[in-house]
């Protein structure tokens, strides 16, 4: 995945945000960035989280390479595709909370709010959301179920979502977009996303 700089920018600055809130958990540990100037030839590149100092006998062995963790893009998207069961697991009385086609646009606004993914970018979330989803899911996701979003009340940001009775035809579609929008970003605070 190739980040423009804006994007890496808010990549490393999630990153340091969420260490700094794991806080003691996280004492000691060290992050590695490369960076390939334009125009370098170009090296695999990856963000390591590694206990510093090393302990003693090369540390970690995760995958072969002595004192390497695994990366956090890779830990990410093992946490997302934990957090979208968990959704689907989720119960509103008897039957799934994530019961539509349509409850993909709650994901959707919640991984564009939290800055997994750019707004309006169906393409690229298309992408993102293929390589995270897990083989089991309650309404199998379509791109235009979620490209949809941008004709309805849930294309602003969640902090701004309001029911309107000019725009939402009844008030129980948009609390249960409401309901799955907010747990779902529960569940990813509750995962360290």
Known sequence: MELNDE???EFINRLLERMQRAGHANQGSKIELVYVAPGAQHVETQIVASPWPPPKGGGNTKGGEKGVAKSFKEDAADGLRHCITLLMQEKCGNEP?????NHWQAVYRILVDKGYCRDSDFDGFDTFIRRVMPVEVNKPYTKASVKQISQTDFVRPFEEWMFDMQTSKTRRPFDRMTAIAQRFR???????L
């Open 97 to 101: 909370l994530f019961n539509q086609q």
């Open 7 to 9: 994007e890496a920018l």
């Open 186 to 192: 529960e569940i990813l605070e509750e995962n360290g």
